[in-house]
């Protein structure tokens, strides 16, 4: 081995992890044994289906005992899944667990298939007899259940055709499946020198890390040199991000929706109107965004400005080193006007073992809170103490996994699972809450600078970033929907379009940039990313309530997130103080946006 290999810096295999560093599925499994035990359970009582087929219209009585049936069966379903699925991401090369998870998800298959006749006879009950089935003493906690169900009535097939469709579920799954497995396994980024003369491999994992590099020379090599294994894959992960769009579109057309758009916000009830009014208050504000990169290019003293150098920050030569300990620590201090039952549990699951904390080789990158109904809110991380964005991201999982601990203790479980659109603020509200304590912990300007820069760039990451992904995902599904062709060079061109209108005509756009419309996970689940900017802006708002208010307003955050689904998205927040069907909420963060940006250019 030359002197040179034998200084790259490798990631452990996950057998070389300490236990302490990683989370405990005890609270699901305390082994595969155990798991397999629930898995032979699961598979003897998904032929119960059957007894109800046919009789869901005889009364109250046999509806209830047939949707009791169905939670049992959902609620076993999810521990299951939950578990085999943390475990697949522990390692993504680990074959023992993609087959566990491969035998839940075929499992699963046959349960959805089985179960695929529960919607149509529901929905074929007479209305006048539906509307006395609403108000039966034994349907008593599943009317919301009932009448989510009957808004589906114009997009619920016949029995054959749901059946149908249910069979195909796991193939479903392929292009995503591919892609995560392309990604997070088989793309190997080679090695680059870091700005200590350090050989490091290049990762998913620390390709961040490479960005916010004060030497430009290590930013630059570290971009071209990831991109290189994405030039090198372009024509698959075309291929499989059009087989991604083509799917949505085939299952909103068999569904009758409009469009792939609408099919996507349907189940949250939110109007596309709301999508449109985020693109378009967005792009009303994008001079402000190019103005704030104008302002970095100058404070940074470069002759112009490329992608490699929108992370650094711009008071670059400030160290914020935070092993996992100092994070926690700095998190529940920020968190204290949410209350001590919060703070007191988020501290005893962060420093005990909800948390898989840290890379190992295979192990899926980015990170990700996976509440359940019966199990602690796990969160999965990379942490990396000298990453600031990590301890944002830390605390934005958190906050997802307290709006799981709040909503599993205060609903039952039929309403206890949020969805995405409300998620996403409880995670940003903690960012939120994280800023303002860093900033009033510290006098140093430099420092303040420091932290200006960086919420001003989590503005810009969360709410200009992207909504300029939600775009691309309206734009590349509308392509499909007209017959447009689906290629390597309409996504990119589609892509590079959006690239030259979100940062401006003085920003540098390399080639290889283009190639970032194949490396989002997000676009594999699409119309996902919109509640990202919708959320923050919202949170922004709440926040600032919370803050400046007392304890009502504190009650009624805390009430937010105890509420699960027990209301529509847009109800629960206009209960918590915010109305996102106005573009108010969007229009006010990103002036609060241009107002850190002229702090930052005062400051530095």
Known sequence: MSPAASTVQTLPHRKEVPAEDTWDLSSLYTSDAGWEQDFEKFGKLIPRYESYRGRLSEGPRV?????????????????????????????QACDAYQALTARFQNAAVKAGQLASYLRPEILAIPDEQFGKYLNAPELRGYDLVLERIHRYRPHTLSNAEESLLALQGEMAQTASKAFRQLNDADLKFGVVEDEHGQAVELSNSNFSQFLISPVREVRQAAFHKYYEQFAAHENTLSATLAGSVHGDVYYARARKYSSSLDAALFPDNVPVSVYDNLISSVRKQLPAVHEYLEIRRRKMGLDDLHHYDTYVPIVSDIQQTRSWEEAVETVIDSLQPLGAEYCQTLEAGLTGRWCDRYPNLGKQSGAFSCGTFDGDPY????????????????????????????????????????????????????????????????DDERVRAYLINHEVDSIRATIVRQTMFAEFEK?????????????????????????????????????????????IPHFYRAFYVYKYATGLAAAIALSRRVLEGGASELADYLRFLSSGCSQDPLDLLSAAGVDMTSSQPIETALQHFSHLVQQLDDLT
Request: hydrophobic share 40%.
């Open 63 to 91: 509806l209830a005992e047939c949707l009791e049936f169905d939670m049992q069966v959902d609620r076993l379903a999810e521990r299951l899944g939950t578990y085999a699925f943390l475990k697949t991401t522990e390692d």
């Open 379 to 442: 969160i999965m991380m990379n942490y990396k103490p000298k990453v600031l964005n990590d301890l944002f991201t830390l605390t934005h999982e958190a906050g997802h996994s307290m709006h799981s601990y709040y909503s599993s203790k205060n609903q039952p479980f039929q309403y206890y699972n949020y969805t995405i659109f409300v998620a996403e603020v409880a995670s940003t509200f903690n960012e939120q809450l994280l800023a303002q304590h860093l900033l009033k912990t510290t």
């Open 475 to 519: 734009i590349i599904h509308e392509m499909a929907e007209s017959g447009e062709p689906l290629t390597v060079e309409s996504f990119k061109s589609a892509y590079g379009g959006l690239l030259k209108d979100y940062f401006g005509p003085k920003f540098v756009i390399d080639r290889e940039l283009s190639l970032e419309c194949f490396r």
